[in-house]
């Protein structure tokens, strides 16, 4: 028996024929631009964070789309392990100093792996192998609250430094007291000024005539001769050494000595005076009594013979 269809039922099975004609084409449209049917090669990077990625996540090289990253996993070390397949024509250009860096297109947006291109000269990378990163930072990473906070947190600590600071010199007598300092920096560089260049005066005079090396020319011959003499001088006074020893002992028993006569010294000091004067009273007594006995009759004659003889003698040769 055939099936008869009306109008209405052959409209409604032209459009469902249509779309699913539509979906095959526009499935296999995407899927040729997605690159499924197209081979790839597969590589694997070590990050420390896995801000902004995930399975899906676009693998770029030079603006262009290369692949995606297949898997987002943490490993046994606490690292981050992305997994990402490329295309296979765009396994030439990653070579041995090729990078991957985790970047944002736009300010705004979802990150992507860019894979730097490599030198060709260099060799091939293997599939499998590790890629190198290259780390970078973006605006958006220094807005997110993980460094912002720590970097409020000094901020706010160095205005807490600051604010000590202000409270500190707003007592006048400490801003006077860095004023003064400051005047007086000024005098110290000019007297270090002068300094330099007296200085330098005295290095210039120093070099004048070659001055400097006649100096140190005089000076090695001190020594050359120092050196010669003191051989000599241990040869003919081999005990110098001893007899200075002896003598810084004898020195330090004489002060010694002094020490104990110091206080006999200080006993009688208040009778020193009237000691000497009777001293002087008695040279003067003496001075009276032998003139008396020059005047007598027993020593005048002898007096005077030794007065003549005393004055022979003190006569010069040749008038004698």
Do not use: C
Not at 64 to 74: A, H, I, S
Not at 76 to 97: M, Q, S, W, Y
Not at 210 to 218: A, K
Request: charged fraction near 25%.
């Amino acid at each position: 028996m055939r099936v008869k269809f009306n109008k209405f039922e052959r409209v409604a099975g032209l459009f469902l024929l249509t779309a699913f004609i539509s979906a095959i084409t526009v499935t296999s449209f995407v899927a040729v631009k997605k690159g499924w049917f197209t081979s790839k090669v597969k590589f694997y990077a070590i990050l420390d964070s896995a801000d902004g990625l995930f399975e899906g996540t676009q693998v770029q090289m030079a603006g262009l789309r290369v692949g995606q990253v297949t898997n987002v996993d943490l490993n046994e070390a606490n690292k981050i392990r992305v997994e990402l397949e490329v295309f296979e024509k765009f396994h030439e250009r990653i070579r041995t100093d090729s990078q991957i860096m985790i970047v944002r297109p736009f300010v705004i947006g979802e990150k992507v792996v860019d894979i730097l291109v490599g030198t060709q000269s260099l060799a091939k990378v293997e599939a499998g192998t590790e890629l190198d990163v290259k780390s970078n930072t973006d605006i958006m990473d220094v807005l997110s609250g993980r460094r912002l906070g720590p970097f409020l947190e000094n901020t706010e600590a160095l205005f807490e430094n600051f604010k000590i600071l202000a409270d500190a010199f707003a007592d006048s007598s400490r801003t006077r007291s860095l004023v003064r300092v400051f005047d007086r920096i000024e005098p110290l560089i000019q007297s270090m000024d002068k300094a330099s260049k007296n200085f330098t005066s005295l290095s210039n005079t120093m070099q004048k005539d070659q001055r400097f090396e006649i100096m140190i020319g005089g000076f090695t011959d001190l020594s050359m001769q120092m050196a010669e003499v003191l051989p000599e001088i241990q040869r003919e006074v081999p005990d110098m050494g001893k007899q200075i020893g002896s003598l810084v002992n004898n020195m330090a028993v004489l002060a010694e000595e002094f020490k104990k006569l110091t206080p006999a010294v200080a006993a009688i000091a208040p009778d020193l005076p009237r000691v000497s004067l009777r001293a002087i009273e008695a040279l003067d007594e003496a001075v009276v009594t032998m003139k008396a006995m020059q005047k007598s009759f027993f020593l005048r004659g002898g007096v005077e013979d030794v007065r003549e003889e005393e004055a022979t003698s003190r006569m010069p040769a040749g008038d004698k």
